[in-house]
Every structure is written in C-alpha cells, then in structure tokens.
C-alpha cells in the first residue's frame, strides 16, 4: 500500500480518540463536553485533514498549488460529487457522523471552522474543543482516507483497522469485498472487471453503487 505512513498516523489519532472514552462516554448528551485530550484530538486530526485533502486534491489535479481548502473542496467535489454523502459510525456507541455533509451546499463544515477558532484563539474558543468536534475531525480524516486508499478499501487490505469508528456497510453485500460502501465507487466486481480488462475505474453515481 502506498503512503501507508498516513494510515499508520490515523490509526495513531484514532487511539487517542478511543482512549478518552473511559473517561466521557460518546452520547449526544456529551457531545458539549469539552476537554485538553478533545483539543488534542481536534487539533491534530484537523491538521491532518489538511495534508490528506490537499494530497488528494492533487491526486485529482496535479497542477493545483493552493492551499486553500476550499479550493481543494471544489476540486474533490467535481470529481467525487457524493463525497458529501459518506458516513462514517462508532457502532459501539450507535452513532453516525457525516462530517462533510456542508460540502455538498459549498461550505465549510462547523468541526473545521471550530479547529479553527481552537488553534488561534483557544483562549476564548477552548469550549469548542468538545467530544463532538473531536469525533467529527477524525470521522473527516477518515473519510479522506478511504477516498485516497478506495482501492485498498474495496479489497478490504488496510490493516489494521479502526478499534472504535467504521465505514458504514453494505448489509446486503454477498461477498466480503463488497462490504463497505464509498459512494462515489463501484463495487468489487466491477473494479474487478475492469482491472482484468485494463481500464481503469470510474467514479459513478450512489444509485449504482448501491
């Protein structure tokens, strides 16, 4: 797998995020609580996001120079228009996140203008170093990932995986590989059909990858 450093980084932020979970249980009624190990999962998965949404970016565009991340959202965008759509769960707890659904009306979301306000000015925006932006950042970063990996991910090769958020799965999916659902991609067999006769694949739309 190429670039396996940012899977390994992941997996490391998404351990931090587990581990305060002894401490405040994942429920909405907590999702306000706001702490130092949540600023520290938000600021570092946050950043994170940066590197891995220009990586991508330019995976789509090799000529884009900027670091803005809107301009990498509408690069994303064009290309992969249900991104948006993707939903990431920590089935432990039942909860769902969609921390990029304001991309799909051409905003930012809230979690990243809070890691924002966090980084520079933490001494009056340190509330919103909560549970709820912590677990959104790294639901974001993941998101990304699953994206740049979509091959490893429909072949269900990144190890290992996440102990505490998953991608959300296919529960009709007849065989292991078709498990999990990016929107924007085929499913196995089709990647498959296609890497046999020496195309490549194509993004298309939810419906057909459902």
């Known amino acids: ?6 899977w390994q980084y992941f997996l490391a932020i998404e351990s931090d995020l587990e581990a305060t979970v002894r401490f405040v249980e994942p429920s909405h009624r907590n999702f306000n609580t706001y702490s130092i190990e949540f600023a520290k999962v938000l600021l570092t998965a946050s ?7 220009k990586l991508l970016a330019r995976d ?4 884009l120079r900027s670091d803005n991340i809107g ?3 509408t690069v994303i965008i064009e290309k992969y228009p249900h991104f ?12 769902k996140f969609e921390p990029w659904l304001p991309w799909a009306t051409g905003l930012n ?4 203008q809070s890691y924002n306000a966090v980084k520079h000015e933490r001494h009056t925006s340190f509330p919103m170093a909560n549970q709820n932006n912590a677990f959104q950042s790294v639901a974001g970063l993941f998101c990304l990932l699953a994206y740049l990996y979509h091959e490893d ?4 090769a990144l190890n290992p995986w996440p102990k505490l958020i998953d991608i959300e799965a296919d529960p009709t999916a007849l065989f292991p ?4 659902r990016l929107p924007d991609f085929t499913r196995y067999s089709s990647f498959k059909n296609n890497a046999d006769d020496g195309t490549s694949m194509d993004s298309t739309s939810s419906s057909s990858a459902a």
Do not use: A, F, N
């Open 177 to 180: 590989e078709d498990r999990y």
């Open 109 to 112: 979301p809230e979690w990243w």
């Open 47 to 53: 950043s994170e996001v940066d590197v891995i949404c």
């Open 71 to 73: 301009e990498h959202r």
């Open 153 to 156: 991910i429909i072949r269900e």
């Open 1 to 6: 797998m190429k670039r396996s450093s940012y």
């Open 84 to 95: 948006p759509e993707m939903q990431i769960l920590v089935p432990r707890y039942e909860l």
């Open 60 to 63: 789509i565009d090799s000529t």
